[in-house]
């Protein structure tokens, strides 16, 4: 399912781009764009798709998505069914991020959290419930204000827990790799596996790529990518797995071949260990999750100046406010 480019639009006068979104449902809008987005959703549960990512979430879920990374939420039920489903949302450049950490060194934070948001970030509880006590200043009508609450959230949430969600392999193919910042020699080690991932691959191979030895090479993924070499490829496999799933029709089979997989046991396992749902219900769940992209009775219960989608998609050139 190819996702739809969304323009957010920031405005001459605004850093940051804050948007609160008040709607009885959340529909599947699978959309990508070139900025970090951190959503805070509450009243709401459902499915969330980062990635190749698909998870349930339920109340005061956070989540730090990186640039051009498809995303989306879908809900039909809220929590409290009197009130409506809420979306918190700060939109910000990853450059300017980073000028703000050369610039200013009390907000060195910024560069953690986006190496920790490579692939995606879920936080745990505490810290949507800590942000929710934010929103006040957060959505406030001055602008400083709400530029000020946004870079303490940022710098705050840099050390707090979270799960990576969506593996390297679900960028667009014109990333460099998870976060683009990467040593030369990690790069080369990358690019051979993005290549060569559907084969057996030896670590000796990929350390002749890079002029390293294993423990260098083992202690530079660690510290670059934030796990072991053998876990990347396997998330590699795997997210190369969940797009052949999600958009074609091949027997699990063949997806599991053309994955790196030596044979379809071998592969349900390690799929389920790591989405949590055999490669069969994966593909019924996310195809099947798509009816609502097309159903315009949800409307937004506050229209936010802040976003304007473009739809790329044919047949459709009207521009509509989305998440």
Same mark, same amino acid.
Request: contains cysteine; glycine residues 6%.
């Given at each position: ?12 006068? =605004? ?19 070139? *900025? ?66 050369? =610039?200013?060194? *009390? ?11 490579? =692939? ?204």
């Amino acid at each position: 399912m190819k996702p739809a480019y969304e323009h957010v639009e920031f405005g001459e006068d =605004c850093s940051v781009r804050v948007y609160h979104r008040q709607l009885p449902r959340i529909p599947f809008e699978w959309h990508h764009h070139p *900025e970090y987005e951190l959503t805070l959703t509450m009243n709401s549960h459902g499915k969330r798709y980062i990635g190749d990512s698909v998870n349930d979430y339920e109340a005061e879920d956070l989540v730090l998505v990186p640039p051009d990374l498809p995303h989306t939420w879908a809900s039909n039920r809220s929590i409290e069914p009197s009130s409506p489903q809420v979306a918190i949302v700060i939109w910000f450049d990853g450059d300017w991020a980073r000028r703000m950490a050369d =610039c200013c060194r *009390e907000y060195e934070p910024l560069r953690k959290l986006l190496r920790r948001a490579a =692939c995606g970030l879920a936080f745990e509880l505490p810290a949507g419930e800590w942000m929710r006590s934010r929103l006040d200043s957060l959505l406030s009508n001055v602008a400083r204000e709400r530029l000020s609450t946004a870079l303490d959230i940022l710098c705050t949430l840099a050390d707090a827990p979270g799960q990576p969600l969506a593996s390297p392999s679900a960028f667009n193919q014109t990333n460099t790799g998870p976060s683009g910042h990467e040593p030369e020699r990690i790069n080369r080690v990358l690019s051979l596996i993005d290549a060569r991932f559907a084969e057996p691959l030896r670590l000796s191979e990929l350390c002749a790529a890079a002029s390293l030895s294993e423990r260098t090479l083992t202690r530079y993924f660690v510290q670059h990518i934030g796990e072991s070499v053998g876990r990347y490829i396997a998330r590699v496999r795997i997210g190369h797995a969940c797009r052949m799933l999600a958009d074609t029709s091949l027997p699990v089979a063949v997806i599991a071949a053309r994955s790196g997989f030596a044979n379809v046991a071998n592969f349900n396992r390690q799929f389920k260990a790591a989405r949590q749902t055999t490669p069969a219900e994966y593909r019924r769940q996310f195809m099947g999750a798509g009816s609502p992209a097309h159903d315009e009775t949800a409307r937004l219960t506050e229209r936010s100046p802040s976003l304007q989608r473009e739809r790329k998609s044919s047949g459709e050139g009207k521009r509509r406010s989305e998440r």
